[in-house]
């Protein structure tokens, strides 16, 4: 097998599973796995995957993004210590703004109840997790609704965001970098996410630490931007230290 070839099917098997690891795939292709380990890292040059111990992650880009489906059934037990650790953060806010994603549907689940709280979001499934609480006023974004994400995202979401001031933003993205920001594949989304970013007072980014040094197509904010990141441990202390100089505090859960 030409090494041109091992490169398609290793980012086939990154995007189809969520990780590809370097022992499993030096086994099936019969190959060695300095091969393999070699073959990851042209990968990540070209920026399609990040490389991590043993394996590594796809990149998610213009032309491949992971859809809710797969959200939910990857780094689950990072993601719940993230949304956890994000609620911490409310500090007296009335009215949030959270994103589209599967770490924020986490966090709107874990809300406070016992008091008054306006939630804005332009996520289905966000709104659904939240909308029975008596205490709580459930704002749905209008729009188009993207089946990989459903989310409502255009300009209908962006001049609904528009009227609002928002004490907190909860916001996700498909990859996070020191150099470009925090990004997504697709423009409208980046649309939606910009907006939101204006209109809050406060914003803090929860992302597991495979998104971090990625970068997409599209970028929507600094990382200047944000009060706060929460991501998890597999982010070294060294990194997070690192985008702490640019403003936001770092914590590793």
């Known amino acids: 097998m030409r090494s041109e070839e091992r490169h398609h099917r290793l980012l086939a098997l990154a995007r189809q599973a969520g990780r590809v690891e370097v022992a499993v795939a030096a086994a099936d292709f019969r190959v060695a796995p300095e091969t393999i380990r070699r073959d990851l890292s042209a990968l990540e040059r070209r920026g399609l995957v990040r490389r991590t111990h043993g394996g590594a992650y796809p990149v998610e880009s213009a032309g491949f993004e992971t859809n809710l489906a797969q959200r939910v059934t990857l780094h689950v037990e990072s993601k719940r210590r993230i949304a956890a650790e994000g609620v911490k953060l409310l500090d007296g806010a009335e009215t949030i703004f959270v994103d589209e994603g599967y770490t924020p549907q986490i966090l709107a689940a874990l809300l406070p109840t016992d008091q008054p709280l306006t939630v804005v979001t332009a996520s289905l499934s966000t709104a659904a997790a939240v909308a029975e609480s008596d205490n709580t006023t459930v704002l749905?974004?209008?729009?188009?609704?993207?089946?990989?994400?459903?989310?409502?995202?255009?300009?209908?979401?962006?001049?609904?965001?528009?009227?609002?001031?928002?004490?907190?933003?909860?916001?996700?993205?498909?990859?996070?970098?020191?150099?470009?920001?925090?990004?997504?594949?697709?423009?409208?989304?980046?649309?939606?996410?910009?907006?939101?970013?204006?209109?809050?007072?406060?914003?803090?980014?929860?992302?597991?630490?495979?998104?971090?040094?990625?970068?997409?197509?599209?970028?929507?904010?600094?990382?200047?931007?944000?009060?706060?990141?929460?991501?998890?441990?597999?982010?070294?202390?060294?990194?997070?230290?690192?985008?702490?100089?640019?403003?936001?505090?770092?914590?590793?859960?």
């Open 140 to 253: 749905l974004l209008g729009g188009r609704v993207r089946a990989r994400t459903l989310a409502t995202v255009g300009s209908w979401a962006c001049a609904m965001l528009s009227g609002f001031v928002v004490d907190l933003a909860f916001m996700g993205s498909n990859g996070i970098s020191r150099e470009f920001g925090l990004t997504t594949p697709d423009p409208v989304v980046a649309d939606v996410k910009a907006k939101a970013i204006e209109v809050s007072r406060r914003r803090v980014f929860l992302g597991h630490h495979g998104k971090f040094g990625a970068s997409s197509f599209c970028r929507f904010a600094e990382v200047a931007d944000f009060e706060a990141i929460v991501t998890d441990t597999g982010l070294s202390s060294a990194e997070a230290h690192r985008y702490t100089l640019l403003g936001p505090q770092v914590i590793r859960v």
